[in-house]
């Protein structure tokens, strides 16, 4: 059963993404902006110029130069960065880990805030305190993550300074890795001096995107676990003498986590797209920092591989929701 | 005589909102160790509503204004919610209306029939299924090895209704509590589940507390009865005595409608409306001497 979806999301997941490259190639065409103008400096001939089209292939026609790049993709060649004049499929391997990490975090930090918020509101809700975690939340969905990120830059980097402003690890420290995955390496491999101080760097911007996910999942988790505890299970489970938490973590949460995994499965795609605005911010080393680049540069092979990474990204996210769903629910478990 | 299981008394409820309309006024029954005491009455009478006041699960729209519920001699009214947890988690058990919605979907029967065991007998995990596996076959559920690893929706209604029985038995409780038990199900399933709570209430010596609104159920499960109208108890006492020789008005006028009570299928006419009228008179009466009194 969950074979057989994952099957034919896989295919539907190339399908889309070819269709997503068609798009890309088309608009970035008659989009404004000149790659070759941004590259050439001043005293250049129109010689120069049509050596350089001629060499980036920009002067062949577009349907040519489409049949070209996915012959390339295809061949697991992305092209040439116009402007870092690097193999683009070698710069994406080296920044994705880092965003990988970031977003990876965001999400697990997201979802465990969002879930904790929505437990407690729960447990509370007769109490006073439930409409002021109403509140709480009601600011935390108003706010987007680039908000999140400027205040945190200004609380908690300038004003009072405890935590690093940008990048992704002290350069200070003297370190070779063996993979991009900074993270996850120094903690596998127990290096924790190292771990604690990337996770310093990641802990603004993945907060920054974690909040508004969290906020989501807080109140639809929350609306989930207030039905279900509505339910007669629940009411023969108190019967049965179980604490309220019990009620609420034992019983209802697992009933409600699937339709809250439903419902909430686009925030986790902004949270994705969320990064390139982010790590802008706190200059962290990923491939949404190197988009903006890209995208000034009108770096057409670069934006192109971005925009594939990011649409295999966020393809990659819905399906894992969607099978988590899947796998949440016995009904459907067992189709 | 030993002093009863479970004896309510005087209990009063109203609704909690501006009309503060009674719902339970004065009910007072005994129920004995091992005995089975119907309520019986009409859709709204407030059955449900005493049922929910023995294990503190009055909806709040609801408030309970007077009264004692004492089980084994303690008062679950004056209780904190803590104690009252303990007390009705190993001591009492709920047949639930509905079996299509009283099992967690989430949950796989097995794990649903051993929690209780476990927190309440302090049971090792295969002990509990040692025992759940046990209450399952005696509930005459077929392969009950393989049962325990199904979830709710593999099961069918009644199979649901035999699990939420094994379930209510499982800690040995002192008292049942059975809310219109069979109301959900298919009218040849109705039977062999009554008939399964009874054997399940001898076997074990429990006490089960019976709601029903229909007089057939009562009459072929019930040891004793109250008969509820507009929450007031009109009749009550031993259920052959009640049924052969009726001395209240509506009792006689329920009969009436009911002409093969021994037969639960068979749908009973509408009460005379006379009959409600005069009931009504005697309820508002009585509420007008209790106004006196307070
Ligand atoms: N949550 C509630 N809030 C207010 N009134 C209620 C609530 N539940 C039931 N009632 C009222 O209490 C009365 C008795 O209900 P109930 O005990 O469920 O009756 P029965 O079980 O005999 O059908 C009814 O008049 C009903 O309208
Ligand atoms: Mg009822």
């Given amino acids: 059963m969950l074979a057989a979806i994952v099957l034919r999301r896989s295919l539907m997941t190339i399908v889309t993404l070819f269709g997503v490259a068609i798009v890309v190639f088309l608009l970035l065409r008659v989009a404004p902006g000149d790659p070759i103008a941004m590259m050439i400096s001043p005293g250049a001939g129109p010689d120069d110029v049509a050596a350089l089209r001629a060499r980036y292939g920009l002067d062949a026609p577009p349907l040519i130069q489409f049949w070209i790049w996915l012959h390339g993709i295809l061949m697991g060649d992305f092209g040439t960065s116009i402007s870092l004049r690097l193999d683009v499929l070698s710069l994406l391997a080296e920044r994705l880990p880092a965003t990988l990490e970031l977003s990876g975090l965001a999400l697990a930090l997201g979802v465990f805030l969002g879930g904790a918020i929505a437990v407690i509101a729960t447990l509370l809700r007769r109490s006073f305190v439930a409409g002021l975690i109403d509140a709480v939340n009601g600011l935390l969905l108003a706010v987007p993550d680039f908000v999140w990120a400027l205040a945190f830059v200004l609380v908690l980097g300038v004003l009072i300074p405890v935590l690093p402003l940008s990048g992704r690890i002290d350069p200070a420290l003297e370190t070779t890795f063996v993979t991009r995955f900074y993270l996850v390496e120094n903690l596998v491999s127990g290096r924790l001096a190292l771990a604690g101080d990337i996770l310093r760097h990641m802990a603004m911007p993945s907060l920054a995107l974690a909040l508004p996910l969290a906020a989501v999942i807080a109140r639809i988790l929350k609306e989930a676990l207030a039905e279900a505890m509505q339910q007669d299970y629940v009411l023969l489970a108190r019967v049965k003498g179980f604490s309220e938490l019990r009620l609420v973590l034992g019983e209802a949460l697992r009933n409600a986590v699937g339709p809250t995994l439903a419902l909430t499965g686009v925030q986790f795609t902004f949270l994705i797209g969320g990064t390139v605005i982010v790590e802008r911010i706190f200059s962290y080393p990923g491939i949404g920092n190197m988009a903006i680049d890209a995208v000034i540069n009108r770096d057409l092979p670069l934006i192109q ?31 | 005589m030993s002093p009863p299981l479970l004896s309510i008394a005087g209990l009063r409820a109203r609704r909690r909102d501006r009309s503060a309309q009674p719902i339970l006024r004065d009910v007072s029954l005994t129920l004995a160790a091992g005995e089975v005491h119907g309520i019986l009455g009409e859709s709204g009478a407030g059955k449900s509503t005493v049922a929910k006041a023995i294990l503190g699960l009055v909806p709040r729209g609801i408030r309970i204004t007077d009264g004692r519920i004492l089980l084994d001699g303690r008062n679950l009214l004056a209780l904190d919610s803590r104690s009252l947890r303990r007390i009705l988690g190993a001591e009492a058990a709920l047949i639930p209306q509905d079996p299509s919605t009283a099992l967690n979907p989430g949950r796989r029967v097995g794990a649903q029939l051993t929690d209780g065991l476990r927190l309440w007998r302090g049971l090792s995990a295969a002990a509990a299924d040692r025992r759940a596996l046990a209450l399952l076959e005696e509930v005459q559920i077929r392969e009950p090895a393989r049962v325990m690893w199904l979830y709710p929706h593999e099961l069918s209604g009644g199979m649901r209704q035999r699990v939420l029985i094994a379930a209510a038995f499982a800690l040995e409780p002192k008292l049942v509590i059975a809310d219109e038990p069979t109301t959900a199900l298919d009218v040849t399933v109705q039977k062999q589940i009554l008939r399964l709570i009874r054997v399940m209430q001898t076997r074990h010596r429990t006490a089960v507390l019976f709601v029903t609104h229909a007089l057939g159920v009562a009459a072929q499960i019930c040891d004793t009865l109250s008969l509820l109208f507009m929450g007031k108890v009109m009749e009550q006492g031993p ?32 009460i005379p409306e006379p009959v409600i009228a005069a009931c009504k008179a005697e309820v508002a009466a009585a509420d007008r001497a209790d106004a006196e009194d307070g």
Wanted: charged share 15%.
């Fill in chain 1, 305 to 335: 591989g971005l925009v594939l990474v990011f649409g295999l990204m966020f393809l990659v996210v819905n399906l894992v929701i969607d099978l988590a769903v899947v796998a949440l629910n016995p009904k459907l478990r067992h189709g």
């Fill in chain 2, 239 to 270: 259920a052959a005595d009640i049924l052969l020789a009726p001395r209240h008005a509506y009792t006689r006028a329920l009969l009436a409608a009911n002409p093969r009570h021994d037969r639960p299928a068979s749908s009973p006419e509408p």
